[in-house]
């Protein structure tokens, strides 16, 4: 198969309508499949692409009329021409630029993790700029050449401050940590129920296309295990003993393994 080209901001904007995301699995995957995005003699191939996708070939037929409801497809005679990824950015008002990746028979699953990741992506930016604004802050005189300075530094270097942020959690003055709970990744895939977030991160991970990691933060050095007891008795937030020493338990960190 070859790569295929995603806007940035798609797969969160079509995730409130399930038909159009089940149109563009399919729209990817015959992209995908045929160079030029040209299906000579299409209507012959019906049971072809079934085979190939592991669907019956009614339901291709549906599939490929929806794509040309929506207009994604068209057909000229014999054939079906696909349209091009410029049609989806102005239909859907994305970035100009792509994500490339491989298309996949977990294609669903892919658009799903890159929603997740744009989420996440913009939760990074929020906190960047309460980084920039906080440095910025006794700046008001300064010359816009500073300033863009002090701008680029962070966005150049935000992976090392984020995680100085982390190591001084408490007497920091942002909360550096992005990630979504379940009912956070059902309310980013537009659904409701944490029981759907639970399964489609179950799912992601199964996959490949999302891993998760602890997040813990060191609260006091030299402590007792009756003592991280008695936090998590009486106090709202999750803690944790290792090593002799009491850590604050926060939500795991989601990475998804896609936005290339």
């Excluded at 191939?45 to 291709?60: H, P, V």
């Excluded at 409801?69 to 994305?94: D, M, N, P, V």
Aim: aromatic letters at 10%.
């Amino acid at each position: 198969m070859n790569l295929i080209s995603i806007p940035k901001g798609l797969a969160t904007k079509i995730q409130d309508d399930s038909q159009v995301v089940k149109g563009l699995v399919i729209y990817y995957q015959l992209k995908s499949l045929y160079v030029g995005g040209v299906i000579l003699n299409y209507r012959k191939r019906y049971q072809e692409l079934a085979d190939t996708f592991g669907i019956s070939s009614s339901n291709i037929r549906n599939k490929i009329s929806f794509l040309k409801q929506i207009g994604l497809a068209e057909s000229k005679g014999a054939h079906l021409f696909l349209r091009s990824k410029r049609l989806l950015i102005e239909k859907y008002e994305t970035s100009k630029k792509c994500y490339r990746t491989e298309c996949t028979i977990h294609f669903e699953a892919q658009l799903k993790a890159l929603a997740l990741h744009e989420n996440i992506e913009q939760q990074k930016y929020r906190i960047a700029r309460k980084i920039v604004d906080y440095k910025l802050k006794e700046s008001k005189d300064k010359p816009k050449k500073y300033i863009k300075s002090v701008i680029r530094y962070v966005r150049d270097n935000f992976d090392t401050i984020v995680q100085k942020e982390k190591e001084r959690f408490h007497e920091s003055y942002i909360n550096p940590f992005t990630t979504l709970s379940r009912t956070g990744i059902a309310h980013t895939l537009n659904r409701k129920s944490k029981s759907t977030g639970h399964r489609w991160a179950k799912k992601l991970v199964n996959l490949g296309l999302m891993l998760e990691s602890s997040n813990l933060v060191l609260f006091r050095e030299n402590s007792t295990f009756e003592e991280c007891r008695l936090l998590n008795k009486y106090s709202n937030s999750h803690y944790t003993f290792k090593n002799g020493n009491t850590y604050l338990l926060l939500a795991n960190t989601l990475r998804l393994k896609v936005g290339s």
